[in-house]
């Protein structure tokens, strides 16, 4: 019963980070078109492993300053000025002026936003794709 279970449950996992492998995948080529290699500090072992799925060459780097993009879920002392994508509505207030965007789940429905202001601080220009998810 248990196998059964997990031969169930598996797709489903597995088709959530290939998703949100595809997502990061198509954020990161937009925001950085021209890098061959995008280096990210990210907070959530979670989301490193679905960073590591994108395909793209990103180099997960151990400290913020030496990143390109912060990708933060929880509330950390941040000691550079690089921009932040939030894991969590809760990160995007706590950075206001640096915080590009995020991609969190909110009431069990996920969540893509960008703000217009700090994309236009940091000279980032999205796809057109994502036009709709800019406030």
């Known amino acids: 019963m248990h196998l059964l279970i997990v031969i169930l449950l598996l797709p489903i996992l597995v088709w959530g980070i290939a998703s949100d492998a595809m997502l990061y995948r198509e954020i990161l080529e937009g925001l950085f078109p021209h890098k061959k290699i995008i280096k990210v500090y990210v907070d959530d072992k979670n989301k490193a492993k679905v960073l590591q799925e994108t395909g793209l060459f990103v180099q997960l780097v151990p400290h913020p300053d030496e990143a390109d993009l912060l990708i933060l879920s929880e509330k950390r002392r941040i000691d550079t000025n690089k921009p932040i994508f939030a894991g969590t509505y809760r990160i995007m207030t706590l950075y206001p002026k640096r915080s590009i965007g995020g991609f969190y789940w909110k009431k069990g429905r996920p969540t893509l936003i960008f703000i217009q202001s700090s994309l236009q ?12 998810y800019v406030e």
């Open 121 to 132: 601080r940091f000279h980032f220009r999205l796809p057109k794709k994502f036009e709709k």
